[in-house]
């Protein structure tokens, strides 16, 4: 909801004759953590590396007296510009370290031996898979009293229940990261502290319509990937907490609705009008976490253009691939993020992620007992399965393929997304899957021998070749294990050779395990983007833990893969051999 003073400022703008998109609400209505004369300050005089420092900041007074202060210093200002020496004492004054609103916690679920460690052959493995389990003590988070009693000193949001962050300057969960964390979880047997998780997400549904990006009030108005109905298909396939799920159902329905009512757009083709969805944040200002990249971007476009880049950078971030080159497509500039346009894509994987929630929803009805509700979203399903066929599927090429709203044509790149519908179970032709495997191969995909690139472009943008990130080795490898072809399965086993390899060496010489890797030359942590890369890692933890858990009998720390028919595999990949023996 936009408060009072801002719908007079919006109603002002309006009236002063400026477009539209200048006068998008901000990210949230804190005058400290998400727009105003404060947080333009603070940012743009850079006493911090990294932005996101500053607005994870808790106050050490009441939002008002920080603001009141802030004002007097503003009067006394030439130009109303604080002298840096000045504000930097304004801040240690008023705020505390980042940090302080948590504090670490153990999951109390914990134990020392899963079962699953049993199932993995290689001594080496089965030994790291005990040191990554170990790491769920590490990433456990309690947020403190203080954070209920004072929501308003914090830019943390409550939440009741103790969670796993991702790591690094990730001190708050994250939506789509804690689907492959809460995977990683109920492989250790920790179901307990999956349901609080749970209950966090459902919370927040319950009290804002959806899942914001991450815990943080600046990430309000921006959501992610929708996994929740996975995450709870995942705890009822392991605890069948049948009452949970009564109790919970209407709060997972609403959550898909935020995704029908804000974020639908449709598609006319050959006559037919097609619902699909894609990501699209309508809120202005630079994002408060990566600020003064935000404002100087936007200084080198004309000023009527800014408010809308800033609404497409919330996008991308909302998309979870922040930032790609993916997003840059059909622009005058593709290789420039000022050129990025995310919501003017439908993405295959949103689609293939909404597609499979319709599937599960029917599901749940079903086992509830609710007919009506059950024939309602098997009916989405269906309509949404028409819709990826008819505007994603590339039939030439095999694939499915992002959809470009303005210049209506595919995005014909590759990227591991175009693979999301095998792994969701959203297409309805068998077929499907040799051709994904050729797409693969004529993209010359299986010739990394580190794991699967984010695309083919070096843009220096993270969500970009060479990096490689866990959830999209997980959508291209369980997409082809699910397929009931012998080769797509040893394609997807090969795969998971190559990454568990590269997540082994890197953690051999680093003890550490990270959000992202490069894979251009022999697996190495991954770079590029806003930041450093981070150290943790939840989600990469869960995709490790969860292809041990798959392959553990055949999978090995050396070279050699333990398969039990060789031979099936050299066929499968004697192509995509060849190939890498070329100069690349």
Not at 226 to 253: G, S, V
Not at 276 to 285: A, E, F, Q, R
Not at 364 to 374: I, P, T
Not at 384 to 410: C, T
Request: glycine share 6%.
């Amino acid at each position: 909801m936009l408060g009072r003073t801002w719908k007079l400022c919006l109603l002002l703008l309006l009236g002063l004759g400026l477009r539209s998109q200048e006068a998008l609400p901000p990210p949230c209505e804190s005058q400290i953590y998400c727009h105003g004369e404060l947080l333009h300050q603070v940012q743009m005089a850079k006493f911090y590396e990294d932005d996101k420092q500053f607005v994870d900041m808790p106050l050490s007074t009441a939002p008002d007296q920080v603001l009141q202060s802030f004002r007097e210093l503003l009067a006394q200002a030439p130009n109303q510009s604080i002298p840096r020496p000045q504000l930097q004492l304004f801040v240690q004054e008023h705020f505390q370290a980042k940090g302080q609103e948590l504090q670490p916690w153990s999951p109390g679920d914990w134990k020392d031996s899963p079962q699953f460690l049993q199932k993995i052959s290689d001594a080496k493995l089965r030994t790291w898979a005990g040191q990554l389990h170990q790491l769920w003590k590490k990433l456990g988070r309690k947020m403190k009293p203080e954070v209920l009693s004072h929501p308003e000193r914090f830019s943390l949001i409550y939440s009741e229940h103790p969670f796993i962050v991702p790591g690094g300057r990730f001190l708050e969960f994250y939506y789509w990261d804690s689907y492959w964390v809460i995977e990683g979880l109920l492989l250790s047997e920790m179901a307990e502290t999956v349901k609080g998780m749970l209950q966090n997400f459902l919370d927040l549904v319950k009290t804002y319509g959806h899942i914001p990006n991450g815990g943080r009030v600046y990430y309000l108005q921006r959501s992610q990937p929708p996994l929740l109905t996975l995450m709870m298909d995942r705890y009822l396939a392991y605890t069948n907490d049948t009452t949970f799920l009564q109790e919970n159902i209407e709060t997972l329905a609403l959550e898909l609705d935020f995704w029908t009512k804000n974020r639908t757009v449709s598609v006319s083709l050959e006559g037919n009008s097609y619902s699909l969805n894609h990501y699209y944040v309508p809120y202005g200002g630079p994002r408060p976490e990566s600020y003064s990249k935000d404002e100087e971007l936007a200084n080198t476009l004309p000023e009527g253009d800014r408010e809308a880049l800033w609404a497409e950078l919330k996008a991308g971030a909302e998309s979870g691939w922040d930032f790609s080159s993916r997003w840059f497509i059909g622009s005058p500039n593709p290789n420039l993020l000022s050129s990025i346009r995310t919501s003017k894509l439908v993405p295959v994987d949103l689609n293939a992620f909404l597609c499979q929630a319709e599937e599960l929803m029917s599901n749940f009805y079903s086992r509830l007992g609710n007919a009506s509700q059950a024939t309602k979203y098997r009916t989405l399903r269906a309509q949404r399965l028409a819709a990826l066929k008819a505007v994603l599927w590339d039939e030439e090429s095999g694939i499915w393929f992002d959809y470009d709203l303005e210049n209506k044509k595919k995005n014909r790149e590759f990227y591991p997304s175009n693979l999301t519908p095998l792994w969701a179970g959203c297409f309805s032709d068998p077929g499907v899957v040799d051709k994904a495997l050729k797409y693969l191969e004529d993209s010359q995909i299986l010739t990394y021998q580190h794991g699967i690139p984010t695309s083919l472009k070096k843009t220096g943008q993270q969500w970009d070749f060479p990096n490689a990130w866990a959830p999209l080795q997980d959508l291209v490898i369980r997409g082809l294990a699910k397929s009931p072809s012998p080769r797509a399965q040893e394609v997807a086993l090969q795969l998971a050779q190559n990454w568990i390899r590269t997540n082994f060496d890197v953690y051999s010489q680093k003890s550490a395990m990270y959000e992202k890797y490069d894979i251009s030359n022999g697996g190495q942590p991954g770079g590029g983007g806003e930041y450093e890369v981070q150290e943790g890692f939840g989600w990469t933890n869960g995709v490790v833990l969860m292809l041990l858990d798959c392959y553990g009998d055949r999978l090995t720390s050396g070279t050699q893969l333990a398969f039990p028919e060789p031979y099936c595999l050299a066929a499968a990949l004697l192509p995509s051999f060849l190939l890498s023996l070329l100069p690349r």
